[in-house]
């Protein structure tokens, strides 16, 4: 009988990935030309969501491959990334795979814990793949992970609440001070939710204002330049006039709620959210749930492009069948299924022809969203950009700073991360 694919509490996995990596009865075998051992693989996907698609496709690759055992553990993505460093620098407990957010991906490879995979099974028909897509996964002209899936945001709103309100989707931030106020006087709600503890959410904004964190190419920060004091300004401005209401702390939890049942009209989320959004008492109808591009600044409309690979670890003592498991995690079936199922969008260019993609109402409305996104910096220090911003942007939105202060702060953390930089 074909094991089943074993799903473990956190807590348990350090010590369980830590016996499969480490052990040789767990290291796998091609001697015999079939895939052999254990894979241990740490998902970041949400819980009660995309975990269940995710374990399901896991399982697809078991029946493929009966002699092989994949270890499903699903690590809480705001600890992922330090669970995995701490892993990979001890050599004790590291996954064989791990689903790494794009910023992740060139700093595990800086640091030397990442596989490169050109030349391997992990990837085939590479040529299929958006070319936004591949770009995260490179690191000094070497491949280090596979693109799974590829996002960008917009905004959600209740049909139900803009029509009684008379109002339709904001185009501009003036747009959607109108919106709000409209919502506000027709239903007593407020118009949006602004998760104030996660600086993802503030990029759009950034962006719009002409701004970004860093300019990679000339190695300058730009956070506390001009357009990032507006961008500052911005957001503020909505809190402060009740366009929105925003949170410090359990933002995820707080917007979703709200969202979900009604409390508030719109949301800025990705395609990621979907499947939680849909299980809320105000979208028992799906067709209630509407989603259109983020409001422009004052300068320009973007997003920013986020996702996930599929990294190997560097010191797994089973790379044949990881390899293998990446390369099926990231098929064209397998993308195509959870476009259909979770409405999350493919990294293949040949799967948003399938019918799963194709019949995604929000796969097709993120698509072109995608497209035009805004490349995040894909330096190895990325991820750690977002601490410092995460800090004065909170800081902003509960009054405790001003927004030149913020951008200010902001930029001298940036200087002492980026050594040399600008």
Same mark, same amino acid.
């Given at each position: ?47 009660? /969501? ?8 896991? =399982? ?10 994949? +270890? ?38 800086? #640091? ?28 000094? &002209? ?23 309100? %008379?109002? =339709? ?5 003036? &747009? ?7 919502? +506000? ?6 118009? #949006?939710?602004?998760? %104030? ?81 849909? !299980?809320?008492?105000?979208? !028992? ?48 079936? /397998? ?8 409405? #999350? ?25 995608? =497209? ?8 190895? =220090?990325?991820?750690? #950009? ?6 004065? @942007? ?10 030149? +202060? ?7 953390? @940036?200087?002492?991360?980026?050594? &040399?930089?600008?």
């Amino acid at each position: 009988m074909r094991r089943g694919i074993t799903a473990t509490a956190l807590v348990a996995a350090l010590a369980l990935a830590a016996t499969a990596c480490g052990s040789d009865d767990e290291t796998g075998s091609k001697s015999s030309g079939e895939l052999s051992g254990t894979v241990t693989w740490w998902d970041t996907s949400s819980v009660g /969501s995309e975990d269940k698609v995710f374990k399901k496709l896991a =399982e697809g690759f078991e029946k493929k491959h009966p002699k092989v055992d994949v +270890k499903y553990v699903n690590v809480p993505f705001g600890e992922a990334q330090n669970k995995f460093k701490n892993a990979a620098q001890a050599g004790d407990g590291a996954p064989d795979v791990i689903r790494s957010e794009v910023a992740w991906t060139p700093d595990f490879a800086n #640091l030397g814990y990442l596989a490169p995979l050109d030349g391997t099974a992990a990837l085939k028909n590479q040529d299929d793949f958006l070319k936004q897509a591949v770009a995260s996964t490179k690191y000094e &002209d070497k491949t280090y992970a596979v693109p799974q899936v590829i996002d960008s945001m917009g905004v959600f709103y209740n049909k139900k609440m803009f029509e009684e309100a %008379g109002v =339709e989707a904001p185009a501009s931030l003036a &747009d959607l001070k109108a919106v709000a106020k409209k919502i +506000k006087d027709k239903t007593g709600k407020t118009g #949006l939710y602004l998760r %104030g503890d996660d600086p993802y959410y503030f990029l759009s904004f950034l962006y719009g204002e002409g701004g970004d964190m860093v300019d990679a190419g000339s190695k300058s920060v730009t956070i506390d330049k001009p357009e990032g004091v507006k961008a500052f300004k911005a957001v503020k401005d909505l809190v402060d006039d009740g366009t929105a209401k925003t949170d410090a702390s359990d933002g995820w939890e707080n917007m979703m709620q709200a969202f979900k049942n009604g409390d508030v009209a719109m949301m800025i989320n990705g395609p990621w959210a979907v499947a939680d959004t849909l !299980t809320g008492s105000e979208f !028992t109808d799906k067709g209630n749930l509407g989603v259109a591009p983020v409001p422009a600044g004052s300068a320009a409309q973007g997003a920013p492009q986020g996702g996930h690979n599929l990294a190997v670890y560097a010191g797994s003592k089973n790379l044949d069948a990881s390899y293998a498991f990446v390369e099926y995690m990231t098929s064209v079936d /397998s993308q195509a299924t959870a476009a259909g199922e979770l409405n #999350l969008l493919p990294t293949r260019t040949s799967a948003y022809a399938k019918k799963e993609a194709v019949d995604s109402e929000i796969v097709g409305f993120f698509k072109p969203v995608v =497209e035009t996104a805004v490349e995040r910096p894909w330096i190895p =220090e990325g991820g750690s #950009l977002f601490e410092p911003l995460r800090i004065e @942007y909170t800081k902003v939105l509960t009054g405790q700073t001003t927004p030149e +202060k913020a951008a200010k702060a902001t930029g001298d953390s @940036y200087r002492k991360l980026l050594k &040399d930089w600008k």
